[in-house]
């Protein structure tokens, strides 16, 4: 399987602040990132899809402006929660795709955590 | 839309028995279904993925089959033991382009 790493695993941040996930593919060349997000006891959600060097595809619902995503390479993306709110606390995992197979390999996750 | 549903929340199994884990779909037949394993904290890992046009996959102690005209994938793990214990999920997508649809999962616990 893939390698894919995440960080921060763990962030706790204050209202209205800003915060930075990163996601990297160390092993392989991810064209496609999947950004999913998972609420206590409920199951992965997609939020957004992006191919290395275009704008992010949002899901309905997935507000563009306070989901950033920037996928400059192929080893890396991040999402920036902007203005983060109590609401947006939840575990945010990251999926690097770098070919054309169905199945996906997860980063271990960032619990994010907004007072 | 494809809905991707697993009944069952919790499950309970004494160890060494076959666990029978159920995954269904509400719409059109998925061009594959995949089944995934989360522990807690973490991200899910990828077990086995199985085609529409494809009755039964086998992997060690895990197999799966898909049930077109049931409209459901059956996912067993045979011989459990308790490091099985975890959330499975299903899953399908159209293709390797597309993101991930999860069903809610099913928490198996496997009782020594």
Not at chain 2, 32 to 53: A, H, K, S
Request: with cysteine; hydrophobic share 30%; aromatic share 10%.
């Amino acid at each position: 399987g893939a390698v894919v790493s995440q960080h921060p695993s763990w962030v706790i941040c204050k209202s209205g602040t800003s915060v930075k996930i990163e996601c990297r593919s160390l092993d392989f060349q991810a064209t496609t990132m999947f950004w999913y997000r998972q609420f206590p006891k409920q199951s992965l959600m997609l939020m957004a899809t992006s191919n290395e060097g275009s704008k992010a595809t949002y899901e309905q619902g997935v507000e563009k402006d306070k989901f950033l995503i920037n996928h400059a390479s192929l080893t890396l993306s991040t999402l920036t929660v902007t203005s983060a709110h109590p609401e947006d606390s939840s575990f945010y995992i990251c999926s690097p795709q770098g070919t054309s197979r169905p199945e996906q390999y997860f980063g271990p996750g960032t619990r994010l955590t907004v007072t | 839309s494809q809905k991707i549903e697993q009944n069952s929340e919790a499950l309970n199994i004494q160890e060494g028995k076959t666990a029978t884990l159920t995954c269904n779909y509400t719409n059109y037949s998925p061009a594959y279904l995949q089944w995934y394993r989360q522990d807690p904290g973490r991200g899910p890992v990828f077990l086995l993925l199985i085609r529409e046009n494809e009755k039964e996959k086998r992997k060690e102690r895990l197999k799966v089959t898909f049930d077109t005209t049931l409209k459901q994938s059956l996912f067993h793990i045979t011989a459990s033991q308790p490091a099985d214990s975890a959330t499975y999920l299903c899953a399908h997508s159209g293709g390797g382009a597309d993101g991930l649809t999860f069903g809610k999962g099913t928490h198996l616990i496997i009782q020594p």
